[in-house]
């Protein structure tokens, strides 16, 4: 079930363009395929295996006659996801492989399908087959969403599991990963994200220098491009809970309310300031 709740979402996705046919016509066939499978899910444990070959046989047939339509990736992904929530492990990778041969030039589709298909192994308490996809899914499409946050995701695992030794581990290539990709795009997007997730990291490690530094980092960088109003606020925060340094504290929340008047994180920034001044007297006062 924990695997159904972390694929569901990929029944929702919409990658390619229509195909210029009655779009109206084609959904409403959809919600109908659609519906059958929505029961399998309900109790996937309950369904005879007869009722689920009518409706992959169902979904693909619908794939088959609409391949250009925007929902024909769905359907695939549905065929997979219904092997999956019925413990039919081996179908649903077989299937997943053909969606990567179906849309080899659709990167977050094919990191999609590679990250299903680990999710697949997980759910067979088969981690070292898993991590290889994981492992597969950085290395070849660090650019895509599902790339992008399997650094987390591995490091999340191990700490899940209550094995500290290789959770920092991988906390430290996910800082690794993300510098490197940060180093690899400066000044983009992409390099903003890559190191607000090393700052998580550093939280994580509960090394609060190296994540204050980080995120005065991305303050420096990126303030002509992006409001950096959470940034400080994330700033004030490590500093008042975690390093108990109440003037730094009251620093970075100052410079929100003056640099950001419209955010709407003055009134926290005001609140936490007068609950720093009651709680350790004046921040400003060096008595």
Request: with cysteine.
């Amino acid at each position: 079930m924990k695997l159904i709740a972390k694929i569901c979402w990929a029944l929702c996705l919409v990658f390619l363009a229509g195909c210029g046919q009655d779009q109206y016509a084609i959904e409403r066939q959809y919600y109908r395929v659609k519906k059958e499978a929505q029961t399998i899910f309900k109790s996937p444990r309950s369904i005879p295996p007869n009722q689920l070959q009518k409706t992959v046989g169902t979904l693909r047939g619908f794939a088959l006659k609409y391949p250009q339509s925007n929902l024909a990736a769905d359907a695939q992904f549905s065929i997979a996801n219904l092997y999956a929530a019925t413990e039919n492990y081996a179908d649903a990778r077989t299937q997943l492989s053909k969606i990567i041969s179906l849309y080899p030039k659709l990167n977050e589709i094919v990191a999609q399908a590679i990250f299903l298909k680990g999710g697949t192994y997980e759910a067979q308490n088969n981690w070292n087959s898993a991590l290889a996809q994981y492992q597969k899914l950085m290395l070849e499409y660090p650019l895509t969403q599902r790339g992008a946050g399997m650094p987390l995701y591995i490091a999340q695992h191990y700490k899940a599991k209550f094995q500290p030794d290789k959770m920092i581990q991988a906390y430290r290539d996910a800082i690794a990963f993300y510098n490197g990709l940060a180093g690899k795009y400066p000044g983009t997007p992409l390099a903003l994200q890559s190191q607000t997730l090393i700052a998580q990291c550093y939280g994580e490690l509960k090394e609060w220098q190296n994540a204050i530094s980080t995120l005065n980092t991305i303050s420096a960088k990126y303030k002509d491009k992006v409001s950096m109003d959470g940034v400080l606020m994330n700033i004030a925060l490590i500093y008042a809970r975690e390093l108990k340094d109440s003037l730094k504290a009251t620093e970075a929340l100052q410079r929100l309310i003056r640099d950001y008047p419209k955010s709407k994180l003055i009134d926290p920034a005001k609140k936490i300031i007068r609950d720093l001044e009651q709680s350790n007297g004046d921040p400003k006062d060096p008595r």
